[in-house]
């Protein structure tokens, strides 16, 4: 996607059917369109999961069964991991910010602390998967234990992929490739890391506080 | 920079290498890959269903002598008929046709859309690698927990969890290819073309689009709780260890509800294109059309459960009602195709017999489907023959035809020759009567209970005749593909050149050469209507038609 917006601009610059106008100029760039639209598919493939969590909850009582009543524990190492993912979500945006004005130093700053935050949380999200499966709850532990590893597996599978897309651009920024008119990638990328918070953000209400 | 020379001369363009072909970012290439790997899988699932019929061509067991294997070969059928024939081929016309008809230079992301397309095949052989792994997917296409979660019933090798990972595969790809084509027709539009002077094609693949995004996920997520269930120990699904079987039902059903209408939507995009063109008139009612479409998209997505009626866990009267009502928007373009044909100057072509095929059989289609949505008719006929008779009448008689529609009326565009119009009539006449030799009898045959996805069925129930006519019909459909072949392989050599427009096109992909150059155009007509082409013919400076 990120390629995609080079080789737009290099289209209608220098192509030969640069004279074929078309509405690809003014309004949402077609990255970021592109990548709003996967978000929705990302939203559709998350509301399966929640669907079939919600449905499980409904059909046991108690939930969570009894012998985990307080094992998932708000007040632990997640909200600190919480916490994290929340911040990276911030620089992140410190990072697109900074683009947005031509100041690269400041972008790569950011972004590399934005990285660091996502790997952060992804060592301690598998860290408390440790800590869970000595109190017991594990995948094959029920609808509880089932429901709560394929919904924070599959969230830190994207927090992963996030976090590979972000090396990405990172690696393109510290090549120089990114500028305050060139940044469409920064923008989509940014984007998903921004989705990948928000669902983190739901999940940890309805697992941990709900 | 901008000096270099358009080279339209584009006979060559299709005469490149292997390695031009297997890197391609072309979407007319793509579009071209995507329809002939789903015409290979075309024949793969014919075969598939040949097997059937035979099988059930009398009582008792014919020359399979396990009834695993008759498992496997409906649910395959099934499976590479809906994931790896229809859905792509469709995805393959709109590929090749809906850049070309918004006058645009290729789709918004092209090496997104080459990965799309290069992801068909990997799955369609890792779906078929079950069959020599030890067993292929057994359980049906809709693979239904606990079935599928007993290993010995649903499938004795490891071909129910190839399946699952070749259609999470497809699902992607068909994922990737819906962001493409909406930003593509959102953003790469030539000036003029506004939204209401797109082609019809274009809107079905739009709402289709709307489809695949928001529902596809779901599928995934259903089939990633079904995996997680059978290998990693889950308990979504599984009854006797606390999980919710109907749960499946409706994540699944989600999707493959909406999945019916991305099935038929581009089809009938594409006969919307034929039949104008064939009885010289516009489209009637355009924008009833462009409604009707939208419409069929959102109710699409509030009718899933009437699939499971007889679960008795759904709320009967909504589902109910949401589908009857979906065949209003259905009705509508019912009317618009045929008071396009009324008074107009029809030419019999095979396209426009093959539009017509579809619009007789998509009508037996929906109005047997309408039984259907009433809940105690439901409760009688689910699960018999006639849900069989219905759902071919529609994938079959509506889908398959447009398709050979669309591929009579584009491969003189894709390939700048003319099929053989004889051939095309012999293969039109035999597969229109081996459809209904072959699907007809299947409504009696449900009405009287012959239940699907049964390899025997009693000598004594009356079925006899019924089902040796279905197979002798299932035989012309297959004897009915060989005039295609043969029609293609001659008419690629000798065929007669077809030129830009052979058949006086409306819509931009006739203002070009047949078949275009890379990049489609260098220049365009003026887009001051929804028919272009036919305004610059007849010289028209603002459209007749809005």
Partial sequence: ?210 | MATTTLHPAAATTYRSSLYEWLTTTDHKKIGILYIVNSLLFFFVGGILALVVRAELAAPGLQFLTDESIYNQAFTMHASVMLFLFVIPILAGFGNYAVPLMIGAPDMAFPRINAMSFWMLPLAGIILMSGFVLGGAAAAGWTSYPPLTEDRVLGSTGPGQDLWITGVILIGTSSILGAINFLVTIFKMRAPGMTLFRMPIMAWTVLVTSVLVLMATPVITSALIMLFIDRNLGGHFFDPSTGGNAVLYQNVFWFYSHPAVYVMVLPAMGIISEVLPVFSRKPLFGYKAFVFATAGIGALGFSVWAHHMFTTGAVFLPFFSLMTFLIAVPTGVKMFNWIFTLVRGQLTFSTPLLFALGFLSMFLIGGINGAFSASVPVDYAIHDTYWVVAHLHYVLFGGSAFGVFAGLYYWFPKMTGRMLDETLGKIQFVLMFIGFNLTFFPMHALGLQGMPRRIADYASGAGWNDLNMAATIGGFIIGISMLPFLWNVLVSLRSGAVAGDDPWEGNTLEWATTSPPPPYNFDRLPDIRSERPVFDQRHGHGAGGHK
């Fill in chain 1, 1 to 210: 996607m990120t390629a995609d917006s080079h080789a737009l601009v290099v289209s209608e610059e220098h192509s030969p059917v640069a004279g074929l106008a078309h509405d690809a100029r003014g309004g949402i760039s077609n990255p970021i369109l592109g990548m709003l639209l996967f978000i929705t598919s990302e939203v559709m493939f998350f509301a399966g999961l929640f669907g079939a969590y919600f449905s499980a909850r409904a059909q046991h009582t108690p939930w969570p069964p009894e012998e985990f009543a307080h094992t998932l524990n708000p007040l632990s190492l997640i909200l600190v991991a919480t916490v994290i993912l929340v911040l990276s979500s911030v620089t992140c945006q410190m990072a697109v910010n900074a683009i947005r004005r031509d100041d690269r130093a400041g972008f790569l700053r950011n972004m590399s602390v934005t990285v660091i935050l996502g790997v952060v949380f992804l060592l301690m999200q598998a860290y408390d998967y440790l800590l869970l499966a000595d109190e017991g709850l594990t995948l094959a532990a029920g609808s509880f234990g089932t429901t709560y590893y394929t919904l924070t597996g599959f969230h830190g599978a994207h927090v992963f992929g996030g976090v590979l897309m972000l090396g990405v651009i990172l690696y393109r920024g510290m090549a120089g490739q990114f500028s305050s008119r060139h940044h469409d990638a920064v923008e989509a990328a940014s984007l998903y890391w921004h989705f990948v918070d928000v669902v983190w953000i739901v999940l940890f209400s309805v697992l941990y506080l709900l």
